[in-house]
């Protein structure tokens, strides 16, 4: 496929899986067209814009969005007048968006979601589903992070939970509407009773993000993972009733970048009609459909 790539921080991410996937990366676009133009020389891409509109005279087949949440509604309205696929970065619109900005989008974008993508969460899924009498989910997310700029409490939690939330909803697509329960606590529960507890604090003791999933019935099962600033993501094993079900997985390419590489090969497989829509969400893809459960589920954080 033609493919074009809107946005140049995580978006070589996304040049890098098409080209290492067999795709013709035809354009780049980015608002520094400096750091366009080199990027273009890095990966020898014939055409560096600094507008959406200009990717029109090339007519790409698929476009990837990875320019900054805030900035998604602009970009997929634009694109919305091409003849083009769509897969955008995670999350939907973002922390600033309201309910009311939704209307309109099209349901055929994709949205990459790659928590489900990351080595043995297959593994996590097979024994998720496995637990008996299944009462409770409880995700907890801590951080402690140098940024380039300041963020809210609320934004915060936004941007470090949207991914545990995504491993969850890709389980359990009938989680109801949440409500939050504390400053850093909101509470949801799926359509057969299941209790799920998230929470996200910082945590001024550790230098990174941390990430523990717990689930709890007549069997226990979690999976615990964590960045160290400076580092690449480590998952612990997954446990299943206290014993290690999976390996310690610490490899030398962060994992964040291998998990979605196969998030956008396996939206890929779907628009070059290799297989169905059903076989693609339930490999891990995130529609608009699904990509919108996880950002209903976070909108109770956002003030009214």
């Known amino acids: 496929m033609k493919v074009a790539v809107i946005g140049l921080n995580w978006g ?20 520094d067209m400096e750091h366009c133009a080199a990027v273009g020389r890095q990966y020898a891409i014939p055409h560096c814009f600094g507008t959406v509109e200009e990717l029109a ?22 694109l919305s007048n091409m003849e083009c696929a769509v897969i955008c970065e995670k999350p939907v619109l973002g922390f600033k968006a309201t309910p009311d900005m939704y209307t309109g989008l099209s349901p055929d974008v994709f949205f990459n979601y790659a928590y489900p993508f990351l080595q043995d969460m297959d593994i996590f899924y097979q024994k998720l589903a496995a637990i008996r009498d299944l009462r409770k989910i409880d995700i907890t997310c801590l951080y402690n992070l140098q940024l380039s700029r300041e ?9 470090t939970v949207s991914h545990p939330v995504a491993l969850l909803v890709h389980a359990f697509p009938d989680i109801a509407g949440a409500v939050r329960t504390g400053e850093s606590t909101i509470k949801a529960t799926t359509g057969t009773g299941i209790e799920i507890n998230i929470k996200c604090r910082k945590e001024i003791g550790i230098d990174g993000i941390r990430h523990l ?11 615990y993972g964590e960045y160290i600033t400076g580092s690449n993501w480590h998952y612990s094993p997954v446990e299943f009733n206290g014993a290690k079900v999976s390996g310690d997985y610490y490899p030398a390419e962060d994992p964040w970048f291998t998990a979605n590489k196969k998030s956008l090969v396996n939206i890929l497989s779907y628009l070059m009609k290799k297989q169905s829509l059903e076989d693609t969400l339930k490999k891990g893809a995130f529609n608009l459909k699904k990509a919108m459960i996880v950002e209903n589920i976070l909108n109770c954080l956002k003030k009214q």
């Open 151 to 159: 963020f809210s409490p609320e934004e915060l939690f936004y941007e």
């Open 213 to 223: 999933v717990k689930a709890a019935g007549t069997d226990r099962l979690s999976l």
């Open 57 to 78: 005279g090339v007519s790409p087949e698929l476009v990837s969005v990875a320019v900054p949440a805030d900035h998604h509604l602009e970009v997929l309205e634009k």
């Open 12 to 31: 070589h991410v996304h040049i890098n899986a098409y080209r290492q996937s067999g795709h013709e990366v035809v354009a780049v676009v980015d608002t």
